[in-house]
């Protein structure tokens, strides 16, 4: 059985290939894009059937998350400790389950929405992550982490769709002081984890990840530039969201 299994998810070589705005990674997409609008279209005008979808989604991610450290030995032969929550998109997806079922985290679910929204969609356009692999596209990292990301991008589309009244750029300044915190709690855990072994650069605030940057300066540079990028990505949902509702009231006054 062990072999077996091992088998199915392993990373798997061959003429297919998954690659960055390669023809699996484009049908992905249409399949995650299509998925967000036939459920929204498919839950209806019921905010309870609405509320829970969203604690589904949110369970159903988290759930994701824990099992792949069960699975990464038989797939990966080691559990990659690069997936602690210490970048932005797993740090997020906790942070989006205790929001839903914890009352001290509720008070910040639309922020973590926003932000999980944005930076797991940024990884659904770019997921150079499993790209460099060089794999199949149906090897269970390729398909384990886009259903991932590409799950989040779901909940936070549901919580800014049907879980919030306002949205108001006045606000987003709650966005950017919890970015700082995350990113605060990127560097404590590359200053633990980090070795000469090993670098896991997570939130890329140790390393420039295009190498642009020397790296005696980039641990300085970079977490301003995460911030800043991380910020404007939420500017740019927010403006996003604010723009369609507006239509559809025009649309629903004509």
């Known amino acids: 059985m062990n072999e077996l ?5 392993k990373d798997h070589k061959g003429e297919v290939i998954f690659s ?32 829970n979808a ?44 205790l929001s839903n079922h914890t009352n001290f985290f509720k008070k910040f679910k639309q922020q973590f929405a926003l932000i999980g929204l944005a930076s797991n969609l940024i990884y659904v356009i770019y997921p150079a992550g499993v790209g460099w692999y060089q794999i199949a596209p149906y090897s269970y990292r390729v398909i384990q982490t886009l259903m991932f990301h590409g799950l989040m991008v779901l909940y936070g589309v549901l919580v800014l769709r049907f879980d919030v009244n306002k949205l108001s750029l006045k ?35 140790v390393q420039d990840p295009f190498y642009m940057l020397p ?8 977490p301003l530039i995460i911030i800043a990028t991380l910020y404007l990505a939420v500017i740019l949902a927010y403006l996003s969201f604010i723009l369609i509702r507006k239509f559809k009231y025009r649309s629903l006054d004509a």
């Not at 299994?5 to 998810?9: A, C, K, V």
């Not at 990674?25 to 509320?51: A, D, E, P, V």
């Not at 038989?74 to 989006?96: Q, R």
């Open 171 to 205: 606000e987003s300044y709650k966005e950017l002081l919890v970015i700082i915190a995350m990113t605060i709690w990127a560097m404590i855990g590359n200053f633990i984890y980090n070795s000469p072994d090993r670098l896991y650069n997570w939130m890329f605030v």
């Open 54 to 97: 969203i604690t589904i989604v949110i369970d159903i991610v988290f759930g994701l998350y824990i099992l792949d450290f069960f699975l990464m030995p038989l797939s990966y032969g080691y559990i990659d400790i690069e997936k602690l929550p210490f970048h932005v998109c797993t740090a997020s997806c906790v942070l989006c389950f």
């Open 215 to 222: 790296s005696n300066i980039a641990p300085f540079v970079m």
């Open 20 to 51: 960055c705005f390669g023809i699996w990674h484009i049908l992905m997409m249409i399949l995650i894009f299509g998925g967000i609008i036939l459920t929204i279209y498919l839950l209806g005008k019921r905010r309870s059937t609405q509320i």
């Open 5 to 9: 299994i091992t088998e199915i998810l």
